[in-house]
């Protein structure tokens, strides 16, 4: 495991890559745009450099010699909420729709330029960013949205992103977190498949309704486990979901 001279106040990165020439190219390129990186070769490495600093970001290679790209994700999901964007020499679609409906925040496929990654890296941060600040800023409404609701089945914890439901806490990926969230800003009111796509995966590239139509199915499972009379999330054949707290 290698890393930069630390750098006060600059967004830590960790990359999780064990091609060395690839390697180097990142980290260089991520320190000079101000980057504070850090470089593991093995899946082992980076869960147990989670113990020393939390990253702002993880750049994660899928074909590991240690590990399967999808099971590391997992295991780093237990540690942290930080964005992580999957970098793969595997340009199959299925593998790119797995990824982002895992809940990762993008996908890049190699080779790439280290300006295209860069580039990404930021707008994912700044997206992390913007989205910090807007759930500070509705944190008071959105308590008294959910204080107010006449089942009292929903809570939302928004500084740990978290929700309940009937008093137990739902067990959500990040983009699971987020479309439900959407979903109970506006109770009863019908988002289309296109409403929740810009509000949930903005920057996530390669999308597609079906993201959305999986998310709500795995949604509605976690729902029903965790309230089985309950029945939420409604399907409006042709135009979208709605919610119904």
């Not at 080779?111 to 990404?120: I, Q």
């Not at 959910?146 to 983009?175: P, W």
């Not at 979903?183 to 993201?211: C, F, N, Y």
């Amino acid at each position: 495991m290698s890393n930069t001279a630390n750098a006060d106040g600059a967004p830590y990165i960790l990359l999780v890559e064990d091609e060395a020439a690839i390697a180097d190219t990142v980290i260089y390129a991520l320190s000079s745009e101000g980057f504070f990186a850090r470089h593991c070769s093995l899946g082992r490495d980076a869960l147990a450099s989670l113990q020393q600093k939390i990253p702002d970001l993880i750049l994660l290679d899928m074909g590991l010699p240690d590990t399967n790209g999808f099971d590391l994700y997992r295991q780093l999901r237990e540690y942290t909420d930080a964005p992580i964007i999957f970098l793969t020499a595997r340009n199959h679609e299925i593998d790119r729709v797995a990824g982002l409906e895992m809940g990762a925040d993008d996908y890049i496929v190699k080779p790439f330029s280290p300006r295209e990654l860069t580039a990404r890296v930021r707008v994912v941060l700044r997206r992390t960013v913007r989205q910090g600040n807007a759930e500070a800023n509705l944190a008071e409404m959105s308590s008294v949205a959910f204080a107010g609701n006449k089942r009292g089945v929903f809570e939302l914890d928004i500084s740990r992103m978290r929700i309940s439901c009937a008093g137990k806490t739902l067990d959500l990926t990040r983009y699971e977190y987020l479309l439900l969230k959407a979903m109970l800003e506006r109770p009863q009111a019908i988002l289309s498949r296109t409403q929740l796509m810009e509000k949930v995966w903005q920057d996530a590239l390669d999308s597609s309704d079906r993201t959305v139509d999986t998310h709500i199915k795995t949604l509605r499972a976690k729902l029903r486990e965790a309230a089985p009379e309950l029945d939420p999330i409604r399907t409006h054949r042709g135009l979208g979901y709605s919610i119904t707290p």
